[in-house]
């Protein structure tokens, strides 16, 4: 049973390139994560989709990042310009979340990408 | 900004020890959960405790939460040098799955 697939494990891109993330979720879940981890700020949730759409996005630092989830099996994380202080592992994390907001609780973790901005 | 902070931030033990970590947190919660992740891996979940529970047990692991003091203490008895890595504790305040993590415990266990 496959789990969180994350791609690409690493990149290093140069200042001002455009890098794009890509995550496949555990089929069946309903709830995906984006979090982004640091030495200095820890995890930090992102963004986080419920059936495709949207529902936080407060956590996305600045007009650079934005993520879509086009389908229940694909989401994605863009950074454009990449800026040093970008660098960082982020995570894709899917979970069973009710209708009503009950669920598992659990989040499945992928296995990160490791961002480089030189 | 993160919602729990564990203490220690490490911890270094022997195979065959316990080890003791806990987790404090700001606000009300809906339950609280633990999660390791060796070096480089992504994080993977330990147990959840909900509000109204007070204990729990998984295996080698046992999990308390102080609602009234806003704490939760993880415990992992008779430890083995795969136990080696990062835990984190994790709130979710409203059952939506929207953790809030902690920084961590380092946990070195060695032969």
């Known amino acids: 049973d496959a789990g969180v697939i994350q791609s690409p494990r690493h990149e290093v891109t140069e200042m001002g390139q455009e890098v794009t993330l890509r995550c496949k979720p555990i089929?069946?879940?309903?709830?995906l994560f984006w979090y982004r981890q640091t030495m200095m700020r820890g995890l930090e949730l992102l963004i986080y989709f419920n059936n495709n759409v949207p529902i936080d996005d407060s956590g996305m630092p600045e007009d650079r990042f934005s993520a879509k989830m086009p389908n229940a099996s694909f989401s994605t994380l863009k950074i454009q310009p990449s800026e040093p202080r970008d660098s960082a592992v982020y995570f894709c994390?899917?979970?069973?979340?009710?209708?009503?907001?009950?669920?598992?609780?659990?989040?499945?973790f992928g296995e990160g990408s490791r961002l480089t901005v030189l | 900004s993160q919602q729990g902070e564990e203490d220690p931030q490490a911890l270094s033990i022997q195979e065959g020890e316990n080890a003791t970590m806990n987790c404090s947190y700001k606000?009300?919660?809906?339950?609280l959960q633990w999660y390791r992740q060796n070096s480089g891996r992504g994080l993977v979940h330990l147990i959840l405790i909900r509000s109204n529970e007070r204990e729990k047990h998984s295996g080698r692991l046992r999990v308390t939460l102080d609602t009234s003091k806003k704490s939760s203490s993880l415990l992992i008895t008779a430890s083995r040098a795969a136990d080696t890595a990062s835990y984190f504790c994790a709130t979710d305040a409203n059952s939506w799955g929207k953790l809030q993590f902690g920084a961590g415990t380092q946990v070195v266990v060695t032969p």
């Open positions: 089929s069946g879940h309903n709830s």
């Open positions: 994390a899917s979970s069973f979340t009710g209708t009503s907001g009950g669920g598992t609780g659990e989040l499945f």
């Open positions: 606000t009300s919660i809906n339950n």
